[in-house]
């Protein structure tokens, strides 16, 4: 039996997959693992083989043996449900009646798998954090607690024993006179002897007892402070969670791990009571190991949103690790009331006046038997109002903290009085209109980056590092867009660059400290917005409308302007980068090689692409269209890393009209069709596309054979326009695409340069266009 009890402590980490193809359900359950742990591994599973036919005559007793026994454990259950499980697994097991010795050899490999599992033992994947070395600890304790009481039972019979022989020399003591047989005396001598013997083996096996219940008490104490520590440990790691740290949400070992605590202490508790004279010290001791563990074990499993806009629904669910102790009969009802910063200083004593007005605040602790969870879901809560705390000097509604109180009282089975419990959430921020929603995110993250633990709620520093910042805004960006391409040396430089305003600082910026007022209060220089409120629209657009273009390296991301001269200069005209943008919020750019008029260079930005923009077309589409840049940085050709991205063709519709397409024209680019894109055979009715970008008063007519297809325009026709060729397209073979953005690393040259060497440009505004408006043109 020893083998499994190692294995049932090992299954609550493994996956459930694992332990159903251990013991596979319809041939051998885990039930019949368990309640038959102790003969299974008695038995000589070893000598199976199906080679070896002459064994099947014992595999065919050992499976009698098996069916018999499960059918008797089967009739002893008071549970029905499990007796008729139990049952009906000893008759699915007969389909080994034709094949006994297969049965015996599949025994054979599980408890061959189960040693293999157990040697192990410490590796990370079947031993998590929570596990590895308390389990040890726990059954460590429960030898302990077996030993205890044990020595309890030896005790009572040496005490029978003793009473008994007692009543043998008090009956013997009458009928001898002093003068009588020598014999006789004899007898009675050696009965006081073994009296003796016994009442002082008696006394020692009592020292020891007690020696060992110290010694029991002292390890739950070391055991349960060791659960209570990893208890906070993963709350912490949820609170992380909210800036993208990894976070393992599953409870299930904490459960066991409480459950286990608990039955010690009541094992305990029950030897004590059971010594027959009161021991203050321990009792007292395990009273209060025993009310911690039990108003510890409230967790709030799925936190609340940590922005919360009132009279708006959320839920929440709060999960009791002791749920199945819980004393039946009457309902557990968990209030809720939200409170605030200076109420969640002082939890023993929350101040009565509420803070806020909740709607459906309270919910049933409730056991779910296939989870083995015991929950209370608040599912439709809301905050009907808010009571704001004085704020101080330039503090903003959106810097006020807030948290939800969960409580309740809760009987434990085998304890005579009920305990209150309570617990609070992670801290939110409530807001009551949907603007103020960024700048709450704001108080959450630095929140969440940057507390300590077992802080005072909810006290965070006023400047951190910016190595602390940039892992911050790194693991956020990474984790909101859902990608693994984190952000570069380049982006770093420049995110340090810009929220402490030194464009021409080239130095390391890590030990530089940053402060909220910098992150998310002050307005950058020359913008209406804040560092992060700026970072956030980069981190929305990437997340829906860039996420595969960051993931494959395609964008370059947080670059100075200063720094493109440096990285184009001396590249063929038309090479181009993608780069979010630095003055409006949400935007990504395209800065690309032109020519200038006296033969030279220069650097072009073309208005940046916001996320309406890309609503209407894609990234992609919209490099196709733009003809003045050919090679993405370094020397892709655009084609070559754009073409996946690019739409196919609009289909004629079933109604027979003419598709309309939407293209992107920058500056004087006056090329109405894509290169790319092959010429429209004659007489054509229903392919033509019409350049979007150029709608507008002026309509130039197509030739009479091409009838109902016609291309508008808003600015003149160049006097000189060339013309596509008939048939002519441009085709490129595609090769496959190393990232060019690839995390590099800065140049020395950039890390030293001061200030821009050359002038930047800014491109021509891109025509935004509104599809309404064209279509109402086209219709008159």
């Known amino acids: 039996m020893a083998q499994w009890i190692h294995m049932y402590q090992m299954l609550q980490c493994l996956p459930d997959e694992t332990v159903n193809n251990l013991y596979p359900p319809a041939t051998f359950p885990i039930e019949v ?139 013997l003591q009458g009928p001898f006179q002093p003068n009588g047989l020598d014999s006789a005396r004899t007898e009675i001598q050696k009965l006081q002897n073994h009296i003796q013997q016994l009442e002082f083996n008696v006394k020692a096996m009592a020292t020891k007892r007690f020696q060992l219940l110290k010694e029991c008490v002292d390890c739950l104490d070391h055991c349960q402070s060791r659960l209570i520590t990893r208890l906070k440990d993963w709350r912490w790691e949820q609170h992380k969670a909210a800036i993208g740290h990894p976070f393992d949400d599953n409870l299930n070992p904490l459960q066991n791990w409480c459950e286990q605590l608990l039955g010690m202490n009541g094992n305990l508790r029950q030897e004590l009571m059971l010594i027959g004279e009161r021991i203050s010290d321990l009792q007292e001791r395990l009273g209060q190991l025993l009310q911690v563990l039990i108003q510890s074990s409230l967790v709030v499993d799925k936190q609340p949103p940590q922005v919360i806009k009132t009279q708006s629904k959320f839920s929440t669910t709060v999960r009791y690790l002791l749920g199945e102790k819980v004393a039946p009969g009457k309902p557990v009802v968990l209030k809720a009331q939200i409170i605030n910063e200076l109420q969640a200083r002082s939890l023993g004593s929350v101040p009565g006046d509420n803070v806020g007005e909740l709607i459906n605040n309270s919910a049933i602790l409730e056991h779910n038997t296939a989870s083995k969870s015991t929950c209370a879901t608040f599912r439709n809560m809301s905050i009907k109002k808010i009571k704001r705390a004085d704020r101080k000097g330039s503090e903003s509604v959106t810097e ?67 190595r602390m910042m940039y892992s911050t805004l790194n693991s956020k960006f990474t984790s909101e867009v859902q990608t693994q391409h984190n952000l570069d040396n380049y982006n770093q430089h420049f995110l340090a660059q810009k929220i402490f305003d030194k464009p021409d600082f080239a130095e390391d910026f890590s030990n530089t400290m940053v402060s909220w007022a910098q992150f998310n209060k002050e307005m950058l220089p020359g913008r209406p917005f804040t560092f992060w409120q700026w970072f956030e629209g980069v981190m929305e657009l990437t997340k829906k409308h860039l996420k595969v273009y960051w993931s494959e390296g395609l964008i370059f991301g947080f670059i100075g302007k200063q720094h493109l001269h440096l990285i184009l200069k001396d590249r063929p005209n038309g090479t181009f980068l993608l780069r979010f943008s630095d003055s409006e919020i949400g935007g990504i750019t395209i800065a690309y090689v032109s020519a200038t008029e006296n033969g030279g260079q220069k650097i072009q930005n073309i208005q940046p692409f916001t996320k309406r923009d890309l609503e209407i077309r894609s990234l992609g589409d919209r490099i196709r269209d733009i003809n003045h840049i050919t090679f993405l940085y370094p020397d892709f050709h655009k084609h070559e890393v754009f073409k996946k991205f690019y739409s196919e063709p609009a289909a004629p519709s079933i109604g027979g009209y003419i598709p309309v397409s939407l293209h992107t024209k920058v500056g004087t680019d006056t090329t109405l069709m894509d290169p790319n894109m092959a010429p429209l055979p004659e007489n054509s009715l229903n392919v033509f596309p019409v350049d979007a970008s150029s709608l507008g008063p002026s309509l130039a007519p197509l030739p009479d054979n091409q009838a109902g297809a016609f291309i508008v325009d808003t600015t003149p026709s160049p006097p000189n326009m060339a013309t596509l060729p008939e048939n002519s397209h441009v085709g490129f073979n595609v090769h496959p695409f190393s990232s060019p953005f690839d995390s590099p690393d800065i140049p020395q040259e950039i890390m030293e340069s001061t200030s821009s060497p050359h002038h930047i440009s800014q491109g021509n505004d891109l025509v935004s266009m509104d599809l309404d408006s064209i279509i109402e043109t086209l219709s008159s």
């Open 400 to 466: 006020e903290k807030f948290a939800l109180l969960f409580s309740t009282e809760i009987t434990i089975t085998g304890c005579d009085t009920p305990y209150r419990i309570q617990m609070i959430s992670q801290p939110v921020v409530v807001i009551v209109h949907g603007s103020q929603d960024n700048n709450a995110v704001a108080t959450i993250i630095w929140d969440c980056a940057f507390s300590e633990r077992d802080r005072v709620p909810f006290v965070v520093p006023e400047r951190v590092p910016w």
């Open 33 to 171: 693992r368990h309640y038959m742990s102790d003969w299974i591994e008695n038995q000589r599973w070893e000598d199976f083989s199906l080679e070896k036919m002459e064994q099947e005559s014992p595999a065919q007793i050992l499976l009698d043996q098996t069916i018999n026994m499960l059918q008797t454990i089967a009739q002893q259950k008071n549970d029905v449900v499990e007796k008729m499980k139990l049952m009906q697994i000893s008759r699915n097991m007969g389909m080994f009646q034709s094949q006994p010795l297969q049965f015996a050899v599949m025994v054979r490999d599980i408890l061959r798998k189960e040693r293999v599992l157990i040697s192990s033992n410490n590796s990370a994947q079947y031993q998590p954090y929570s596990n590895r070395d308390n389990m040890q600890d726990v059954e460590h304790l429960g030898l302990k607690v077996l030993e205890v009481q044990e020595i309890r039972k030896k005790m009572h019979q040496l005490q029978e024993e003793l009473n008994w022989e007692r009543q043998n020399y008090e009956s």
